[in-house]
């Protein structure tokens, strides 16, 4: 049974910080990567940042340079630190992980989302 825990969400005015823990248990020996997506209001869900075992990143282009995502494999936790938050960024975020192969992310275990809003 594998269980992603995510923590750190929040309400939080434009221009401020967040930063978003996920804290993975069970058996994921299958997952070599681990994500985010997120899904706004009346939006469909998107990919947010997605890093292999092996450090490699990959950033949705409304986040990069803003957000960073990052993984300590020891603790099985992944981090995503949202920096120069906008409005539009309002979504529910969703911790995952996965098979990466061949350039590509496969999230197979879900989190069961968090909260993000960014509002004066």
């Known amino acids: 049974q594998v269980q992603l825990v995510e923590s750190g969400g929040g309400l939080v005015q434009p221009g401020g910080s967040l930063r978003l823990s996920c804290a993975a248990s069970?058996?994921?020996?299958?997952?070599?990567?681990m994500g985010w997506y997120r899904r706004a209001p009346g939006k469909q869900r998107e990919l947010v940042a997605s890093?292999?075992?092996?450090?490699?990143?990959n950033y949705a282009d409304s986040v990069k340079g803003r957000f960073t995502i990052s993984r300590d494999i020891a603790k099985n936790t992944v981090y995503l630190q949202m920096n120069r938050l906008k409005p539009e960024d309002t979504a529910v975020y969703y911790c995952?992980?996965?098979?990466?192969?061949?350039?590509?992310?496969?999230?197979?275990?879900w989190g069961q989302g968090i909260q993000v809003t960014v509002s004066s």
């Open positions: 995952n992980a996965g098979p990466y192969s061949s350039g590509v992310y496969y999230p197979v275990f």
């Open positions: 890093v292999t075992s092996g450090d490699y990143t």
């Open positions: 069970g058996s994921i020996f299958s997952a070599n990567a």
